[in-house]
């Protein structure tokens, strides 16, 4: 075997663990709040998430990977009954398929996306103004948890200005379901809004924008580590906020629109 192959082997093999350690991640989350769930669900509910990071298992890997690491759950009853006491979180109605959103801090798009490390993955989340297209919120973090969202909200509420009370969409992830970052949203008065069960497309505005980040910023290759992935997104953000002219906007940059004065009342 040649030098070159046994390293292009390294790196196949460290990027597939890379990927298997996310499928484990997700399928935890799942079982924090359905400890019974079967295999084929588990996989309906990652699915989407795993398509985003661009991870592709089939249901039988699936199967061998719960079983390596003892997730399978087990056939017979045992004497003791584990009772769920989680209830799942409420979710709200999608108020921003019908709005008409003419001006910045109005309605304000939020998601979630993977960046690929060579230590493993990390989450990319982004908070951006329907009307501008600017990112009013980032933040990378190491872990799955509501942490890094609430950070990237907060610092989106930051920039609003006293009077705003905009639409929050998002998906229904847990992270924008659970109480802490509900609470953030009802403290300052910010109408939720979510997609439907199923319909990812409802936020396609902020699928789009981390396809445009990933594909014309460099975010799509495996990054050496968490720090190089904070420091190639805040670039990012600064390049797409400042420089990035869009088409939608007639040519104009993010920053340019959101900063305009906002339409009299």
């Given at each position: ?6 390293y292009?082997?390294e790196r196949?093999?460290r990027?597939?663990?890379i990927d298997?350690q996310l499928?484990v ?6 079982r ?5 769930i079967?295999?084929?669900?588990l996989l309906?509910l990652?699915?989407s ?5 661009e ?10 990977l719960l079983g390596e690491?003892?997730?399978l759950v087990?056939?017979k009853?045992?004497?003791v009954r ?7 979180f409420?979710v709200y ?5 019908n709005?008409v959103?003419?001006e910045?801090h ?7 996306t993977y ?13 951006m ?5 600017k ?10 948890e509501?942490v ?6 907060q610092?989106a509420?930051e920039?609003l200005?006293q009077d705003a009370?905009p639409?929050?969409h998002s998906?229904r992830g847990t992270?924008?379901?659970c109480a ?5 949203l009802?403290e300052r008065g910010i109408?939720?809004?979510m997609?439907e069960e199923?319909?990812?497309?409802e ?12 594909q014309e910023?460099?975010?799509?290759a495996?990054?050496a580590?968490?720090e190089e992935a ?5 670039e990012a953000v600064?390049?797409?906020n400042?420089?990035?002219?869009h088409?939608?906007?007639?040519f104009?940059t993010p920053?340019q629109?959101h ?7």
């Open positions: 075997m040649t030098k070159q192959n046994f292009k082997g196949q093999r990027r597939r663990e298997e499928v991640d997700l399928v935890q989350r799942e924090h709040m359905h400890p019974r079967g295999g084929r669900k309906h990652i699915r998430e795993l398509e985003k990071a991870v592709f298992i089939g249901r039988n890997r699936l199967f061998e690491h003892d997730l087990p056939r009853r045992t004497g584990t009772t769920d006491s989680r209830h799942r409420r109605k999608n108020e921003l398929k709005a959103i003419e910045p109005r309605a304000l798009v939020a998601d979630l960046l690929r490390t060579e230590q493993g993955f990390v989450y990319l989340a982004l908070v103004d329907v009307h501008s297209r990112i009013v919120g980032f933040d990378v973090n190491n872990t799955l509501a890094g969202c609430m950070r990237a909200l610092m509420l920039q200005p009370s639409i929050h998906d992270q924008y379901c802490a970052y509900v609470e953030m009802q109408v939720i809004s997609t199923n319909h990812c497309y936020n396609a505005m902020a699928e789009r924008l981390n396809g445009v980040l990933k910023y460099g975010l799509s495996t990054l580590d968490i904070k420091s190639l997104v805040g600064m390049l797409y400042e420089h990035r002219p088409l939608s906007l007639n104009a920053e629109v900063q305009r004065e906002p339409l009299a009342a």
